[in-house]
Antibody, heavy 120, light 107 residues
């Protein structure tokens, strides 16, 4: 059973960089059939796709965040990461990592999510 | 970006009711739609992919239909555990986008 687990600081100061990791267990991040995505959800609001990464390092970012987002993958640790720079209060959200099956493009496994609050 | 307009935004229904949630895309997206259920404090859970394919383990009372710009999620007979928020998502083009959600409440 595939499991994903987000980790990182729950509080980030404005203008700093939010850094999260997602550890994958029960399956290989080096799968050629899957992408690894980040999605966020501000408290009480809807879902926003941030971007994804393939095990080879190919990335796709949401243009609305592209200038501030960097994703990376570490196949040796079976994990992938998200950096979001120059954060503001608008970046306060529950951040989810998820597995995305490439051929039919559906998100079939999600982490539990991690709440990140941007505040001084 | 492709906009996904979901309706209604909220819905009150009773156990045993049949309910339908609609999602309209701002352009034709083939069958590239997924539906998710989200309960409070939990991550979204995939119900339907490719517009009409039922994800493994999801009760058969859930079904999806549509293609092009108009899509529907139907719950044939509501159970207590089905009261949640539902989201559609298009994966035709990046950035992948979600509908604003439909909160299904007990009447």
């Amino acid at each position: 059973q595939l499991q994903l687990q987000e980790s990182g600081p729950g509080l980030v100061k404005p203008s700093e960089t939010l850094s999260l990791s997602c550890s994958v267990s029960g399956g290989s991040i080096s799968s050629s059939s899957h992408y690894w995505d980040w999605i966020r959800q501000p408290p009480g609001k809807g879902l926003e796709w941030i971007g994804n990464i393939f095990y080879s390092g190919i990335t796709y970012y949401n243009p609305s965040l592209k200038s501030r987002v960097t994703m990376s993958v570490d196949t040796s640790k079976n994990q992938f990461s998200l950096n979001l720079s120059s954060v503001t209060a608008a970046d306060t959200a529950l951040y989810y990592c998820a597995r995305h099956t490439g051929r039919l493009n559906y998100f079939d496994s999600w982490g539990h999510g991690i709440l990140v609050t941007v505040s001084s | 970006d492709i906009q996904m307009t979901q309706s209604p935004s909220s819905l009150s229904a009773s156990v045993g009711d049949r309910v339908t949630i609609t999602c309209r895309a701002s352009q034709s997206i083939g069958s590239s739609v997924s539906w998710y259920q989200q309960k409070p404090g939990k991550a979204p859970n995939l119900l339907i992919y490719a517009a009409s394919s039922l994800q493994s383990g999801v009760p058969s009372g859930f079904s999806g239909s549509g293609s092009g710009t108009d899509f529907t999620l139907t719950v044939s007979s509501l159970q207590v555990e089905d009261f949640a928020t539902y989201y559609c998502q298009q994966t035709f083009n990046t950035p992948y986008t979600f509908g604003q959600g439909t909160k299904l409440e007990i009447k």
